[in-house]
């Protein structure tokens, strides 16, 4: 059975759970199951968190399910998805509703 990597900083969110497949031969996908159930099939929803690279021992944030995209900061990810936010979000006047 594949493992999380022992350096991987995030606790699953609420009602959620990771899980880990191979993906390449040096090359681990991580994923992120969700509560919710989609409508139309019984699945539970699951989302691509990112890739991790046994051997280099260096995560990549996905491009989609299938590929693996650029390698990232640990540090600078979430516990949803290892794809990095290149701008913060600006204010609106939503935001104070």
Not at 25 to 39: A, E
Not at 56 to 66: D, F, H, L, S, T
Not at 68 to 75: E, F, M
Request: net charge positive.
């Amino acid at each position: 059975m594949i493992e999380l990597p022992t350096d991987f900083p995030h606790q699953a969110p609420k009602g959620c759970r990771y899980s880990v497949d191979a993906f390449k031969r040096n090359t681990i996908s991580i994923w992120l199951h969700h509560p919710d159930k989609y409508t139309y099939t019984a699945e539970r929803v699951k989302t691509i968190w990112g890739f991790y690279d046994t051997k280099k021992k260096i995560y990549c944030a996905p491009i989609n399910a299938k590929k693996c995209g650029k390698v990232i900061d640990i540090d600078k990810t979430t516990p949803y998805t290892a794809m990095q936010i290149l701008r913060p979000m600006r204010p609106t006047i939503l935001s104070f509703c």
